[in-house]
């Protein structure tokens, strides 16, 4: 890994005087670099619109805690307990695809395919889990709560179960409206990124990279991917933790 | 016929079997610090999360253990610590101007947003309504 280094020329005259990238990797791998870098902007603005909001109106903002308590298979309340199971299986499928593309770097095909499929396999997961914290979250509490809103087409002011874009049983709706924009938008990072790392598995299987020479695809979407899990780690602390 | 405009450099990160083995301890390393930071944060969450005198130094606090978790997973698990300095700084040095001015706006800027508040219906609304804010302090 550090050959990298040490095999390319450093001295500054020399690598931008052109035949060779200036920054010693392929053009593939420094456009991804540059869309995750405009994908991060994208997320940043999310980011701190949520925490600009959160912090304006603090006095009416949920508590995280209060809110996402829901374990599968069990009827009482864990806070914060399942979205951490979820942060875990997306830092472990992190994991999963950093070793497939140490193995790729092996050219150990066989590999490159167990830990890719590791990967995708707790990318899956993620994706259900989120469905899933959507689906309690949407439908909210047994007692509720109660809010003034218009219901076929009428102002009422009754108890009100869950969330929705604009009444949220929990506390002021932009809470609601940040967790669906900002997880909804995640999720859908996450989805793609499965859809992708199932192109590249296939790719693998048939042998296409193998034949390469170098499995530099894999560490493409695998750059992609620990992106998605960054994004997540800023997430689960600003909506989550604090 | 073999092209001239192609530069491969991800044949230099190739490596053996022996080296390979330290990579991946050092990538078990790193798994066991990020588990290890996801639990105490957790830990922390609940226990500390409704305690009012708490809130400043939770906030800090998490925002610096999730720094210290994104700095693994790009410099690591991203490998952008063994690439060139000048590939380094430039994704680097972009985010830790842009973070430090999007703290600004989301500590500084928004509490002063928060005192000057105009009058706002959904904010009395939940002040007028009995048992409405089920989950606040």
Redo the contacts between chains.
Sequence with gaps: MSAHASTQPTDVKTIWGGGTSPFGISYGKMMMWFFLMSDAFTFSGLLTAYGFMRHKYHDVWPVAGDVFTHFPFYNGHIELAYVAFMTFILIASSVTMVLAVEAGHRMDKKGVIIWMFFTIIGGAIFVGSQAWEWYHFIHGTEHGAVREFIKDGVWVKEVFHGANLRVNEYGHPLFADFFFFITGFHGFHVFSGVCINIIIFIGVINGTYHKRGHYEMVEKTGLYWHFVDLVWVFVFTFFYLL | MERDD????????????E??KK??KK??Q??GI??AI??F??GM??KF??VESMQET??YL??L??LV??AY??L????LG??????RW??LA??IV??GY?LF???T???Y??EH?AWDP??E???S?????????
Excluded: P, Q
């Excluded at chain 2, 192609?6 to 079997?17: A, C, P, Q």
């Excluded at chain 2, 063994?82 to 590939?87: F, G, P, V």
């Excluded at chain 2, 309504?129 to 302090?137: C, E, L, P």
């Design positions: 192609i530069y491969e450099y991800s044949l230099d990160t190739h490596h053996g079997e080296e390979g990579v991946r990538i078990y790193v798994l990020l588990s996801t639990i944060e957790v969450g609940m999360s409704r939770l906030k998490f925002i253990l999730t978790k994104a997973i790009v690591v698990f991203m490998h063994d690439e060139r300095k000048n590939l430039i994704v972009t985010y842009l973070i999007l706006i989301c500590l800027e928004a509490v947003a928060g508040r959904v904010v609304a939940f002040k309504i009995v048992g409405g804010g089920s989950a606040h302090h």
